[in-house]
């Protein structure tokens, strides 16, 4: 498994894509895929070809996938896609596109993260403004199971002002070695970061925390 994918759900505002395709993550990639819902096609082409353009520069494979509503055919077409190029890093853009193609991408690249362990971001923001790579498997962290310790250190890490470390857990608060793996197993699930042994938060760990023990 190598390299990584870049998803781009495709609009009519081309500016969006633009900015998109401006972005550093777009120029690190092997694969990058436009994905567009059927309808307003004469608006969508130079979108597309801009991406295909970009992909050539870059020397990267460039694919655009078609779907229709209710039509199962390009959603696993995509999934197909990405079993076959094995990405171990994908990354979609969350700021473009149809509506209608976000809870059919999350499902599709949900299912890779799944069966594959790669990375998968979604690039987080609000049009026209600053933008965050998150991990996507982390807003479906609900729909997970989270074992009572995992669900204790997200209440500590999400509680607490300073960074921690699997370090300071062991030696401040207690916890066995073992902390190391329940760690590596939220991070998994999107809930946090660990990099060069520091505990890092996301988007997705403070929702789910807020959500749970958040005074509201």
């Known amino acids: 498994m190598a390299g990584a994918c870049f ?4 609009g009519l505002k081309r500016e969006k894509i633009e900015r998109i395709l401006e972005t550093s993550e777009a120029k690190r990639v092997g694969c990058i895929v436009t994905v567009t819902v ?4 004469r608006d969508k082409t130079p979108l597309v070809e801009a991406a295909s353009v ?3 520069m870059i ?3 460039h694919e655009h996938i078609v779907v229709e509503p209710g039509n199962v055919e390009g959603p696993v077409r995509l999934y197909r ?3 076959s190029e094995a990405p171990s890093r994908v990354i979609v853009a969350g700021v473009s596109g149809s509506r209608y193609l976000y809870p059919v991408l999350f499902q599709v690249l949900l299912m890779y993260w799944r069966v594959s362990g790669a990375e998968v971001l979604v690039q987080h ?3 026209g403004g600053d933008y965050s790579l998150e991990p996507l498997q982390g807003f479906a962290s609900p729909a997970m199971k989270l074992t009572s310790i995992q669900k204790d250190l997200l209440r500590l890490i999400y509680t607490s002002r300073r960074e921690l470390s699997g370090k300071a857990l062991i030696e401040e608060y207690g916890y ?4 190391y793996s329940v760690l590596a197993d939220m991070e998994r699930k999107g809930l946090l970061r660990v990099r060069r042994g520091r505990i ?3 988007l997705p760990g403070r929702i789910l925390y807020e959500m749970l023990w958040g005074g509201g």
């Open 54 to 56: 970009l992909a050539e």
């Open 59 to 61: 020397g990267a494979r």
């Open 7 to 10: 998803i781009i759900p495709v």
């Open 200 to 202: 890092e938060k996301t």
């Open 81 to 83: 896609l990405l079993c």
């Open 38 to 41: 059927t309808g307003y096609e």
């Open 125 to 127: 923001g609000v049009e």
């Open 176 to 179: 066995t070695k073992s902390v």
